[in-house]
């Protein structure tokens, strides 16, 4: 195996840590380390119970108990290929953060002053000298 995949690192939420089971936490921590873009990882069960040195049936127990918890997701990809794993509080957690932000956003764009409108800084309407007389009059009710 090549060296610099050896001292690699990954990121792990708190809440993985105190809600997972330890072997739990194992092979989702594997999982977590084998996705390098966020683009999910696709290692066949034997591949991950020969790394993790458990058996394949112990991997797909693990999987599922991840899945119904709500850490990964599934995806099939047909026959005689392997299964798609994405970490999904790693997706939700990103949305957060973009929703935080935009919403972060969206309120600094009131906070922006405006001039607000007053009587001894109003614009007025430009009128020419027919159009202010034609008001005159119907204004004052000669018309």
Known sequence: MDDKYLD???MLKNEAILELKPYLLRTYSYIISKDYKDQGVFYSQAKMADELKISIRSVQRHIRALKELGYLKVK???????????????VIKKVKEKKEEM????K???NN??????????????YSKDEW????KKLLGWE
Not at 115 to 122: A, M, T
């Open 8 to 10: 690699g690192y990954m």
């Open 76 to 90: 099939r990809r047909g026959f005689n290929m392997t299964n798609l794993y994405t970490v999904v509080k790693k």
């Open 103 to 106: 919403t972060t956003n969206f």
């Open 108 to 110: 600094k764009s009131f």
């Open 113 to 126: 002053e405006k001039p607000k409108l007053r009587f001894n800084n109003f614009q007025g309407r430009e």
């Open 133 to 136: 007389n034609s008001l005159e």
